[in-house]
Nanobody
Framework: QVQLVESGGGLVQAGGSLRLSCAASGRTFSSYVMGWFRQAPGKEREFVAGISWSDGTRYYADSVAGRFTISRDNAKNTVYLQMNSLNPEDTAVYYC???????????????WGQGTDVTVSS
């Protein structure tokens, strides 16, 4: 059993930055990947970024590449999402997820956090 808790969301002006955190507790596996997804009102959940827990390989959606950075602290079982140059299209509920297979498909992830709201004003 793994529990994920996100934090760091909020309201920010376009061009600003936010840093999201996801703390994992319970049993984790070195082979797991950690990912961030987001879901905007009226849209399907989409992949944002992912990182392999074991080797640190990172993956990004084209829409955020160059603006967002995913990182991890293995000792703390925590993954971060640094979001820079935010724009209104980044407004969404952001979810942390963990799974045993690197994937951009949300269905391949086993554990999910409750989500944290990010709102970017124009």
């Amino acid at each position: 059993q793994v529990q994920l808790v996100e934090s760091g969301g909020g309201l920010v002006q376009a061009g600003g930055s936010l840093r999201l955190s996801c703390a994992a507790s319970g049993r984790t596996f070195s082979s797991y990947v950690m990912g961030w997804f987001r879901q905007a009102p009226g849209k399907e959940r989409e992949f944002v970024a992912g990182i392999s827990w074991s080797d640190g390989t990172r993956y990004y959606a084209d829409s955020v590449a160059g603006r967002f950075t995913i990182s991890r602290d293995n000792a703390k079982n925590t993954v971060y999402l640094q979001m820079n140059s935010l724009n209104p299209e980044d407004t969404a509920v952001y979810y942390c997820a963990a799974g045993g297979t690197a994937s951009r498909d949300s269905s391949r992830y086993d554990y999910w956090g409750q989500g944290t709201d990010v709102t970017v004003s124009s």
